[in-house]
């Protein structure tokens, strides 16, 4: 029964501080978030040291604050209590009350700065952020999402997020949010917007329940149309070189061979396996092993040449050809050598 009386102490205590009370607890006690919510939930029942805790936050002695809550059970008013304050001594009182004014007010002032930098942060974000509610209705967003979804904050307010991407995706997404349910989770999609010209990555949060009576969760997220511009056009560019006719090969600066599509493979007899595992003199009988730093060293002089040479098959043929080489640089400072190769006649 004595602990049942703190419990409902901590109820009617936790209840008075309003929305954030756990979290003001937390804060001024060094006890984890999810430990007292498990306690409230009655998960988990509080140690000695973390009832005495508690109980000094609410500036009042364990046997005081069980007091409190056997009063409540008995269906007592608990703002009567007050009589328990009353029969402290002077100096112990003066003391209990001036800590407790003075955290209040480091409290207050703590909040309102993290409220206002965390206020700052979000709606200055590049990211694009939003809340919304357990029924997936839109309740803030910043600029940066108002921005993309080119609809003003009060058109967006009230919205069911889905609404600002593909239908093709919101299968998945409700799935995803239901195997969350009630406790809470993260998980990341690409997805399409709602016109499909634009392509967001998705980061969603679904709150556990009792944690905020009114966000259920938030999204973060991040515009990524370009990057997915990009990859298409260069998926198409590798598709292109890959099924070209023309042979095409990678050079690394020790003279290995870095890339091949199919038609190298074809003119030289070699699996794309074996050519990795090979250098240029292995296949160019023209260019000799002590030779190809000078020759290196050249093609970056020259940055494109176009000059007669030799492949040496797999068979130990010798074929003419004719080389177009470029470089190829990266801003990090890689270079490599992209060969065009051209059999010529009676190859």
Avoid at 249 to 271: E, F, K, M, P, R
């Amino acid at each position: 029964m004595e602990y049942e009386n703190f419990y409902e102490s901590l109820l009617y205590h936790i209840r008075k501080k309003g929305h954030g009370g756990q979290a003001l607890v937390c804060r001024h006690t060094d006890i984890p978030r999810s430990y007292l919510s498990r306690i409230v939930k009655k998960g988990r029942r509080a140690g000695p040291k973390t009832q005495r805790k508690i109980s000094r936050f609410f500036g009042l002695g364990l046997e005081e604050f069980g007091e409190i809550g056997r009063r409540i059970t008995l269906g007592e008013d608990p703002e009567s209590s007050m009589d328990l304050i009353q029969r402290m001594p002077e100096e112990h009182l003066l003391d209990r009350l001036t800590s407790a004014i003075r955290k209040e007010m480091n409290t207050s002032r703590q909040l309102t700065r993290t409220q206002l930098l965390y206020e700052d942060i979000v709606e200055n974000s590049h990211q694009l952020i939003a809340r919304y509610d357990r029924n997936l209705k839109i309740s803030f967003v910043n600029r940066a999402f108002a921005g993309l979804a080119g609809r003003s904050r009060a058109e967006l307010r009230g919205l069911p997020w889905l609404e600002l991407v593909g239908e093709g995706c919101h299968h998945e997404i409700t799935t995803r949010l239901a195997e969350f349910g009630q406790h809470g989770g993260t998980f990341t999609l690409e997805a399409p917007g709602k016109n499909d010209l634009q392509w967001l990555y998705l980061s969603v949060t679904i709150f556990p329940d009792g944690d905020d009576p009114e966000d259920k969760g938030q999204l973060v997220g991040f515009d990524i149309t370009e990057q997915k511009k990009l990859v298409d056009r260069l998926t198409f560019i590798q598709h292109g070189v890959e099924m070209s006719f023309v042979p095409t090969l990678w050079i690394g600066d020790q003279a290995n061979i870095v890339y091949v599509n199919q038609a190298v493979c074809d003119l030289l007899g070699y699996t794309r396996e074996e050519l990795a595992s090979m250098h240029v003199w292995e296949i160019n009988p023209l260019i000799p092993q002590e030779s190809w730093s000078a020759k290196w060293a050249w093609f970056e002089q020259q940055g494109k040449a176009i000059f007669a040479g030799e492949y040496r098959t797999k068979t130990g043929t010798i074929i003419p050809v004719e080389f177009q080489v470029s470089n190829l640089k990266y801003p990090d400072g890689r270079r490599y050598n992209v060969v065009f190769v051209r059999p010529l006649a009676g190859s």
